[in-house]
């Protein structure tokens, strides 16, 4: 077994036997023990309810986090004439049709966000095996399947996070900066599990929260209660 170095039996130990944290708590801890050499994301995962493989029972949607994320998200739009010079007045970093589509193809996927005019879909349409298991195909349900191609790349590029619910009923995002201000991680958190609360979905039986876990990129993670959370 490899020997943990003094950073990570540090960060164990101030961990050891704290579950069920407030979410204030739970942050200050993760920010205390946060030592390594590039500002860690402060991550969230949260044990649903639910199984995702049937339809009534899926977890989707997208939330704006008040302080942002502080990571620099590059955005991609299918779109042609008009609403692709929308795109790249608003910021867009690629702008594209058959020609973006064919890149896809090749395996070079330089974006963490695809956005596309409705007329677009039959070619993003093809590139389903290629975005969908990346959870970057655009769909109206989230808002990246729009005409109003400038208001989704603006949210993109602004701290907008998207999320859906994997096989295991596991949800998860980046939600923010270890560098963050305390108060502001707090309210991305308080944000981000109000934002899967209300996407609640209809076939969803029993406990619908189960279990939520906050840690940093390199750190171990920590429980946080529920109804803490869910009922700030």
Same mark, same amino acid.
């Not at 942050?27 to 023990?33: E, H, P, R, S, T």
């Not at 795109?87 to 589509?101: C, Y």
């Not at 619910?165 to 596991?170: C, L, T």
């Given at each position: 077994?490899?020997?943990?170095?003094?950073?990570?039996? /540090?960060?164990?130990? /101030?961990?050891?036997?704290?579950?069920?944290?407030?979410?204030?708590?739970?942050?200050?801890?993760?920010?205390?023990?946060?030592?390594?050499?590039?500002?860690?994301?402060?991550?969230?995962?949260?044990?649903?309810?639910?199984?995702?493989?049937? /339809?009534?029972?899926?977890?989707? =949607?997208? &939330?704006?986090?008040?302080?942002?994320?502080?990571?620099?998200?590059?955005?991609?739009?299918?779109?042609?004439?008009?609403?692709?010079?929308?795109?790249?007045? /608003?910021?867009?970093?690629?702008? =594209?049709?058959?020609?973006?589509?064919?890149? &896809?193809?090749? =395996?070079?996927?330089?974006?963490?966000?695809?956005?596309?005019?409705?007329?677009?879909?039959?070619?993003?349409?093809?590139?389903?095996?290629?975005?969908?298991?990346?959870?970057?195909?655009?769909?109206?349900? &989230?808002?990246?399947?729009?005409?109003?191609?400038?208001?989704?790349?603006?949210?993109? +590029?602004?701290?907008?996070?998207?999320? +859906?619910?994997? +096989?295991? =009923?596991? &949800?998860?995002?980046?939600?923010?900066?270890?560098?963050?201000?305390?108060?502001?991680?707090?309210?991305?958190?308080?944000?981000?599990?109000?934002?899967?609360?209300?996407?609640?979905?209809?076939?969803?039986?029993?406990?619908?929260?189960?279990?939520?876990?906050?840690?940093?990129?390199?750190?171990?993670?920590?429980?946080?209660?529920?109804?803490?959370?869910?009922?700030?």
């Amino acid at each position: 077994m490899a020997k943990l170095g003094k950073r990570t039996r /540090a960060a164990r130990e /101030a961990f050891a036997g704290k579950d069920d944290l407030t979410v204030a708590e739970a942050v200050a801890l993760i920010k205390a023990n946060s030592n390594a050499k590039f500002d860690e994301t402060l991550e969230i995962a949260m044990n649903l309810g639910v199984d995702p493989r049937h /339809a009534d029972q899926m977890v989707r =949607g997208v &939330v704006g986090l008040p302080n942002g994320t502080g990571k620099t998200v590059r955005v991609a739009v299918f779109a042609r004439g008009p609403k692709a010079d929308e795109a790249k007045a /608003a910021g867009a970093d690629i702008v =594209g049709a058959e020609d973006l589509m064919e890149t &896809v193809q090749g =395996g070079t996927i330089e974006f963490d966000r695809c956005i596309a005019t409705p007329d677009m879909m039959p070619i993003v349409g093809r590139l389903g095996k290629v975005l969908g298991p990346r959870n970057l195909m655009p769909n109206p349900k &989230v808002g990246t399947v729009t005409m109003d191609v400038k208001q989704a790349v603006e949210d993109a +590029k602004g701290g907008q996070v998207q999320f +859906k619910a994997e +096989k295991a =009923g596991v &949800v998860h995002a980046g939600i923010g900066k270890v560098s963050f201000d305390e108060a502001k991680l707090i309210e991305n958190v308080k944000a981000f599990i109000d934002a899967v609360a209300k996407a609640k979905p209809t076939g969803a039986k029993g406990t619908y929260m189960k279990k939520i876990a906050l840690s940093s990129t390199m750190g171990p993670g920590v429980t946080i209660s529920v109804d803490d959370a869910a009922g700030h």
